[in-house]
């Protein structure tokens, strides 16, 4: 090959962006690339949610999540939405509940420290379902947030409290160690909803040291929602 011959094919691979005859691992240039893995799905939540409170919680008994069959036990929403306050956990807990055993009898405590009980709140989860692994992936709590947004648009409390890591993520993109210690503004379909961040009660059960903290997290809300 002359020369100039060799110039011009040289000048052709580079003008078709090749740069370099050796690349940092052997290939066998017989055998095709292997083809690239399809991104992750993203789950979706359901088109159309049920426009009232009575008919979202019916739906929540059945309807279809990313994790779950349509036949996992359920944990259906407790007390009375017209409280005023709506509490939001992550998932039921190991077992049934809200909470564990111990946890269950602190959450209990803590409603009492702020002159509430079980039955002047509306208590609910993220989601209704536990997962397999007791934890949601990000890709999930993005597909729960729109139904939780919808749910408590339907309750339309005064304050809502939000419990641990995964619901101050879905809702509001943060964790706890960010999120709490100042109101949020939730946005739902129905309006603006006033928000607080505070440690889960089964946290606390561990760590006690926590719970100075979310006691000024309580004394926060029972300002907000006294007359």
Known sequence: MSTDRAASALKWWSDAG???IVAEEPRNWLVPAPAKPAPEAEPEAPAAMPATLDAFQAWLASAP?????????????????????????????????????EADGLFDRMLAAIGRGRETIYLASLSPVRTPSGALDRSSERALAEIARHHI?????????????ACARALLGMPVTKARGRWHTLATPAG??????????????DQRGLKKLAWADLQMLMEELTP
């Open 153 to 165: 648009g339907l309750a339309a409390p005064k304050a809502l409290l939000l419990f641990g890591d």
């Open 65 to 101: 999540f990313p994790f779950a069959p349509p036949s996992s036990p359920r944990l259906a929403p407790t007390g009375d939405p017209a409280g005023g306050l709506m509490v939001m956990t992550d998932m039921p807990a190991l077992g049934g509940g809200f909470f564990g055993d």
């Open 18 to 20: 090749v740069d370099t």
């Open 192 to 205: 603006e909803i006033k928000t607080l961040v505070t440690i889960k009660p089964d946290n606390l059960v």
